[in-house]
């Protein structure tokens, strides 16, 4: 009996299930991308971007960063550096209370803008090339806990649901020029502006304000949504060269993203459950970043990263080699660049496509497949042929990682509780089109159907475009 062909499934989106024989296959340090009509495929699988050092420090407990006229600023528990946009070695500027992430914003004052810092627990600073003042310079500004700037004015969020502005391009803040949140007695969690507005998000509701002119406080509420934000740091996309839209989690752990004034849900189940689960929220970090023309939502907690191509609308997992999540933290544009905090270092690390590690730790690449289902218990799996860029290995690169790559294979017949152990295939020595990487006579298929797991650990481009398999049916 002639042997059937079917093609092997690999989701375009993460997919674990609550359990292991739910799942419909994993992303994990790697992410799908559509290809042309006339390709051999019609998706790619990438590996994510990874890591390259930066710039050191001696500090620890990344806070956050912003470049502001040629100078990167980053804050760290206690204490504020600079880089230029050399890297290299950061300069110290001075003391910085607190140790919690905190918000950086400017103003438009020429030549010189006033940099202020918050954070959550109102530790308040000012900020200049050679400085920093804790402390805000007006009585009139209660304590803040966040700070955004839009149209010339800095913008403070109070817990009791009020938003101060400052006058335009001053550090200035009559007492007068507040408004207040109203739509709920939801207090404020944060402010961030997206685009052309000022967005006031609460713990249940968030409000749009526009800049209207009028004194002494300049903005008008245009709209009112039904989300709210779950956490003083689960927001992104609203840094600058960001244009898809600002996306959050919301007060009913779902992430959801804004569109104009339309709210959507864009969270998988899998996501949902996880976010749910965490029990200290303000732990879930969201950070965004361009990388290889793909703009990328990452939300992160200390047990998990999961991360949303804003282009494709399709999720994949991202963790650290030996660990549970992302080294990601607090992207930034600086000097042409992506440049984030490090969570395994107290350094400044840069977000690129171009870099197959995480600095020099591995950055390993796992594909799962759903199962096939096409095939019943007893069928024998005589073949199966996954289809690579081959050819990849570098020449002058570390020996064998590098020169001689390879691509571990591995299989499951109980629905992904149990896998096989993995034979390695080669990628191919650098220029070696010839490679095939098939494997023959793999066992019988069990009542779940077969999966598929691919492991890329080496630091090598990636190109999968799918898998297929074939079976004969046996007697008896």
Not at 75 to 94: C, E, Q, Y
Not at 167 to 188: K, W
Request: hydrophobic share 40%; charged share 20%; glycine share 10%.
């Amino acid at each position: 009996m002639a042997a059937s062909v079917v093609p092997i499934p690999f989701p375009l989106s993460s997919a674990p299930g609550r359990h292991p024989q739910e799942s419909a296959g994993r992303l994990i340090n790697g992410f799908s991308e559509p290809l042309g009509d006339t390709a051999a495929s019609d998706r790619v699988y990438r590996r994510v971007p990874g890591l390259r050092a930066f710039g050191t420090t001696t500090r620890t407990g990344f806070r956050g960063a912003a470049e502001i006229n040629g100078t990167l600023y980053s804050a760290w528990s206690g204490r504020l550096v600079k880089h230029t946009a050399a890297g290299g070695a950061a300069d110290d500027i001075g003391a910085l209370n607190g140790t919690r992430r905190g918000f950086i914003a400017r103003n438009n004052k020429m030549p010189t803008p006033d940099i202020v810092f918050v954070d959550p627990d109102a530790n308040v600073a000012t900020i200049t090339p050679t400085s920093v003042t804790n402390g805000y310079p007006d009585a009139d500004l209660p304590s803040p806990n966040s700070v955004t700037s839009i149209d010339g004015y800095l913008v403070f969020g109070i817990g009791d649901g009020r938003v101060f502005a400052t006058d335009l391009n001053t550090t200035a803040v009559n007492p007068l020029s507040f408004a207040r949140g109203e739509a709920r007695p939801d207090g404020l969690v944060r402010v961030v502006t997206s685009g052309s507005v000022l967005v006031l998000m609460g713990a249940y509701t968030s409000e749009v304000w526009t800049d209207v002119g009028t004194s002494p406080f300049p903005f008008q509420r245009s709209t009112v949504l039904d989300y709210g934000l779950i956490g003083p740091y689960a927001v992104a996309g609203h840094e600058d060269q960001m244009s898809k839209g600002l996306v959050w989690v919301a007060h009913d752990s779902t992430v959801v993203r804004l569109t104009g004034y339309q709210v959507d849900k864009v969270s998988p189940p899998d996501l949902d459950r996880l976010i749910e689960a965490v029990t200290d929220k303000s732990t879930l970090e969201a950070t965004a970043y361009m990388a290889d023309g793909h703009a990328m939502w990452e939300l992160s907690c200390p047990a998990w990263t999961w991360v949303l191509d804003l282009g494709t609308g399709q999720w994949h997992e991202r963790r650290a080699h030996q660990a549970t999540r992302s080294r990601i933290a607090g992207a930034v544009p600086a000097f042409g660049r992506w440049l984030a905090g490090d969570t395994a270092s107290g350094h400044i690390v840069e977000i690129t496509a171009s870099a197959h590690r995480d600095v020099t730790a591995p950055l390993p690449m796992r594909i799962e497949s759903g199962p096939v289902s096409g095939f019943p218990n007893r069928q024998r799996i005589a073949r199966a042929d996954f289809r690579f860029a081959v050819g990849v290995g570098v020449a002058a690169g570390l020996d064998p990682i590098e020169t001689d790559p390879t691509v571990e294979i591995a299989w499951s017949d109980d629905g992904g509780l149990s896998w096989s152990a993995p034979l390695r295939r080669s990628l191919g020595r650098q220029a070696r089109g010839d490679t095939r990487i098939t494997l023959f006579n793999t066992g019988i298929a069990g009542p779940y159907g077969r999966r598929w797991r691919l492991d890329i650990a080496d630091p090598v481009y990636v190109g999968f475009m799918g898998a297929t398999m074939s079976a004969e049916a046996r007697s008896g």
